[in-house]
């Protein structure tokens, strides 16, 4: 993907400001974690590739599973060779000639790489990985030069059995002021726990960056730019952006066939991918599913998968099926959420990767349960199941927003969702209706009544502003029932002012995102405007 970035320009300026603040006494080391494939590393690239700061040398590392004599030479290699990169002198991907150019000008840092060279030699790995990060900090005192340390994929480092690895980069990070870390992670679940565990620092600490697929607008204009000039309905790019959840490499797969002479049909587009056994997301899924087969457990973790994407994604409802007692179940579910296979949200289960859950569904699974394997039989079926799909999308986006939601509020059952890391209650309600706001910027809405809650929702198709959240504030205070769930869903942005105002009303502001999060987890079509 580092070939065909796209937009990213909010994580692009915080990683400039922070690399900005760093000569000027501020370091903020920086954890970028995201699913694999969303961007990270494009990130990264597109940032390396505009910067130029005479004052900072930035060392790229793509972590490996290696050896640390072989990490702590690259790390030495990559240091001198952009210490060199503006010398003028010729430069070689050879360490002991780097080493050799660089004396004159860092004779202590080039000691200090000997001295580390020379423990390796006879075997003595103790407190190296220290050893080397404090080649940042000499760096600096001969030269006055800032490093910035990118650490891509960092948790592999723990396969290289450094001892004590985070209590001793933990006073690294204290002590080093001149240095700023950007660690990088694909483990979501348990780079979070690293951060909060083993790296949680008063000083020192990381800012931590998640970063998402696109959002709605974003995808539409990925769209726009990739397909722009072909004719396609606006109902099929919806569902493309549904389909994909918004990630760069899905949509990248879909628009390049789109984009090619007599393009096949969608459906036969997404057969040619997940479907055939040559298909690149077939592939890619299938090597995932391998991981599982040497595990104890594995086709506990499996059917859990399948279960969680065929729609039977509560943790009780699992546990009946699966004949487990929960203590048993959840500690499964543990590991499927420790390698971020899995997310929960209270009571509900969600896979991570969207069209992954699709693949197990439609493709996995219907292979698993066939007795002969038809592949002609099969492919109509998968093509049969997208056009559907597709056909349900198209009709939903046709219905009116109050009747989708009511639909959707039908459901609830008095589980509990986390929304924002905020726990809410998905009352089971009595009644669901209409409601009309009397002023002049909250039109509509609904109203959710149970035997012992009330939900007041308002929708704005606009600009949320501070006084639609005092209007707001007004309409429900006209309700006697409590307790009340105030909401407001914006279909577009609001200003600071509105979101301050509604945290003192004690009003949910909801966008579309937390919507489509809970029509996800009841497997419903996403609402794209």
């Not at 060779?81 to 010398?87: D, E, M, P, T």
């Not at 949509?251 to 049909?265: F, G, Q, V, W, Y």
């Not at 809405?445 to 949320?464: E, T």
């Amino acid at each position: 993907m580092k070939n065909n970035f796209f937009d990213r320009q909010n994580y692009l300026n915080i990683l400039q400001k922070r690399v900005g603040d760093l000569k000027y006494g501020y370091r903020q080391n920086i954890a970028i974690i995201g699913d694999e494939l969303v961007g990270k590393t494009s990130l990264i690239y597109k940032f390396l590739d505009k910067f130029y700061d005479s004052r900072i040398i930035i060392l790229y590392l793509e972590v490996r599973t290696e050896s640390l004599p072989v990490f702590a030479k690259r790390f030495m290699g990559i240091l001198l060779y952009n210490f060199l990169i503006n010398s003028g002198i010729p430069l070689k991907e050879d360490l002991d000639y780097l080493l050799n150019r660089s004396e004159r000008y860092i004779p202590r840092t080039i000691e200090k790489m000997k001295f580390i060279l020379a423990s390796l030699e006879k075997r003595k790995k103790n407190n190296i990985f220290t050893e080397l990060l404090s080649l940042c900090e000499i760096i600096h005192q001969e030269t006055d030069k800032y490093c910035i340390v990118i650490l891509d994929e960092f948790h592999n480092l723990e396969s290289m059995e450094i001892k004590n690895l985070y209590r001793d980069w933990s006073k690294s990070l204290i002590l080093q002021k001149n240095t700023m870390y950007v660690i990088i992670s694909s483990l979501k679940f348990h780079a979070k726990n690293i951060l909060a565990k083993n790296l949680s620092l008063l000083f020192g600490n990381f800012e931590l960056i998640t970063v998402e697929p696109f959002d709605i607008k974003t995808s539409e204009e990925y769209l726009d730019c990739r397909i722009g000039n072909l004719n396609i309905a606006k109902g099929f790019k919806d569902f493309i952006i549904h389909f994909t959840g918004g990630f760069p490499l899905y949509l990248e797969l879909i628009t390049r066939e789109l984009s090619k002479p007599n393009s096949a049909s969608l459906a036969n587009i997404l057969e040619d991918l997940l479907f055939n056994a040559s298909g690149a997301l077939n592939q890619r899924f299938s090597n995932y599913i391998k991981r599982f087969l040497d595990k104890p457990y594995s086709q506990e973790y499996i059917s859990i998968l399948y279960l969680v994407s065929s729609g039977r994604n509560k943790i009780k409802e699992i546990a009946h099926i699966l004949h487990k007692p929960k203590n048993e179940l959840l500690s499964r579910v543990g590991y499927l959420l420790e390698i971020d296979a899995l997310t929960r949200s209270g009571d509900f289960l969600k896979i991570n990767d969207r069209v992954f859950g699709y693949w197990l569904k439609f493709v996995y699974q219907e292979r698993m349960h066939s007795l002969t394997f038809d592949a002609k039989n099969q492919k109509a079926k998968f093509i049969d199941s997208i056009d559907k799909m597709i056909e349900e999308f198209i009709l939903s986006a046709q219905r009116p927003l109050s009747e989708r939601l009511t639909e959707l509020m039908r459901l609830f059952e008095d589980e509990i969702i986390l929304i924002d890391r905020r726990r809410i209650k998905l009352t089971h309600f009595r009644e669901i209706k209409p409601l009309e706001f009397k002023n002049r910027n909250l039109q509509n809405g609904l109203i959710g009544r149970s035997h012992d809650n009330l939900w007041i929702i308002a929708f704005k198709h606009d600009l949320l502003t501070e006084d639609d959240i005092s209007d707001f504030a007004l309409e429900c205070k006209k309700y006697r029932q409590k307790p009340q769930k105030k909401i407001i869903i914006a279909f577009k942005d609001a200003d600071s002012s509105a979101h301050l105002r509604a945290l003192e009303e004690k009003i949910l502001t909801w966008d579309l995102n937390h919507l489509n999060q809970i029509f996800d987890l009841f497997f419903k079509p996403r609402l794209i405007t």
